[in-house]
Structure formats: C-alpha cells, structure tokens
C-alpha cells in the first residue's frame, strides 16, 4: 500500500492506533442536483482509522487491528453502498452516501466496537480518501461520534 499522508489529531492520550486499509465499492447520491455522482460509480477508498486509549484490554491491545479491518472492509468491500439501507437510507439526505457520511458511519461503527471493548478506546479519526484528489477528515466530538 502506498504511503498516504493525512492530518492528524491532537488527543491526550497515552496509545494512538492507526489503522489503514483500503475497500472498493459503489454508490450512488440519490438527487439529481449531485450532478454525475447520481449515477452509479465506483470507487477504492483508502481509510484510516485514528483510535486513543490510556488502558489496553486483556490482550495488550488498545484494539485489535484485524478486528477494525473486519469491522468495516468486512462489510463495504466489493459492495453498494446504497444497499446497505441501515447505514445508508435512500430516502433520507443526511445519510446519503456522500464521503463525509460514510466517514462518519465508519466513526459511529468503531465506537460501537470500541464500546463494547470496555477499555475506555476512541475514535479520533477517520480520514477516507475517494479519490487521488478527493479526501474527507471526520473526528468526532469529544464524547460521540
């Protein structure tokens, strides 16, 4: 994979986790005023994910890297977007699947996960880049996704 440079967020704790990985899949926006991207296309998006802890679970991890990967390629690779009507409703603008949503439902899954760790871990971050021109930074707000 290639090197990719994305910001990064200042946080005050001890561990930062990074976890890049790339996912190939379509979408569309429902609405005509989204001018081509209306139209069924492609895309292999490169992700990276910023988590922030102070305690490692039972394991020594912050999160397990393999567990994040799974968490979102397992779901959005060689898939529609559109099709996954939880994350994505078609009938709803502000969950179109924009790069600025899929980012922030990236956010909102791994906090789920990271909730469920009970180890206190955030998601800082999520950088998700579109295109070779094309990027969007999400961080949450302190305490949600």
């Known amino acids: 994979m290639i090197q ?3 910001s990064s967020v200042p ?3 001890r561990y930062e986790l990074n ?3 790339q ?3 379509a979408h569309f926006i429902p609405d005509e005023a989204a001018g081509h ?3 069924l296309h492609g895309h292999t998006y490169f992700c990276n994910i910023t ?3 102070d305690e490692l679970d039972r394991t020594g991890f912050l999160a397990n890297f393999s567990e994040i990967k799974k968490l979102i390629h ?3 690779d060689h898939s529609s977007l559109n099709e996954h009507l939880e994350l994505f409703p078609g009938d709803v603008p502000e969950r179109y699947p924009t790069t600025e949503n899929v980012a922030r439902t990236i956010a909102e899954l791994v906090q789920a996960y990271l909730d469920g760790k009970g180890n206190g871990a955030v998601c800082l971050q999520v950088f998700l880049r579109e295109t070779p021109t094309s990027y969007v930074v999400y961080r949450p ?3 949600r996704p």
């Open 4 to 6: 990719q440079i994305y």
């Open 11 to 13: 946080h005050h704790y």
């Open 19 to 21: 976890k890049d990985f």
């Open 23 to 25: 996912f190939a899949a």
């Open 37 to 39: 991207c209306a139209r």
């Open 51 to 53: 988590i922030g802890g």
């Open 74 to 76: 397992g779901r959005f």
């Open 141 to 143: 707000k302190a305490g």
